[in-house]
């Protein structure tokens, strides 16, 4: 009697396209996280308080930015999938959505500190 496999079994794709996007983001989210919290503690104590309440304004965007594409980039997307395509493609408009949103809000909406 023979082993039978189940052939409707999803694969997931090895996720090669973002191994190296994966790589990048995970050392810049762990840079700009320390250092944004870092100047955080900072500001909120008084050291060095010009210098690090602008380094903490200015990093804001680009670690949830960070944040979000490292968060994204773990995704598994099944190999045959017909969907693939828009997947990828709400992903990019989620990243873009986001910076345009906290670009709205460190813009528009004053800083009360």
Do not use: C, W
Not at 5 to 33: M, S
Not at 77 to 88: D, E
Request: overall charge neutral; glycine content about 4%; charged content about 10%.
């Amino acid at each position: 009697m023979e082993n039978s496999l189940d052939t409707n079994e999803t694969t997931y794709e090895n996720n090669d396209l973002f191994a190296p996007i994966r790589q990048v983001a995970l050392i810049f989210f762990i840079l700009l996280g320390g250092t944004h919290i870092l100047t955080g503690l900072m500001a909120s104590n008084s050291y060095l308080l010009p210098i690090s309440n602008i380094i903490n304004k200015v990093l804001d965007i680009p670690f949830a930015i960070i944040a979000a594409s490292y968060g994204l980039s773990n995704i598994k997307i099944a190999s045959n999938s017909p969907h693939k395509n828009l997947i990828y493609t709400l992903i990019g408009l989620t990243l873009l959505s986001l910076l345009l949103i906290l670009l709205y809000i460190n813009i528009f909406i004053p800083n009360r500190i």
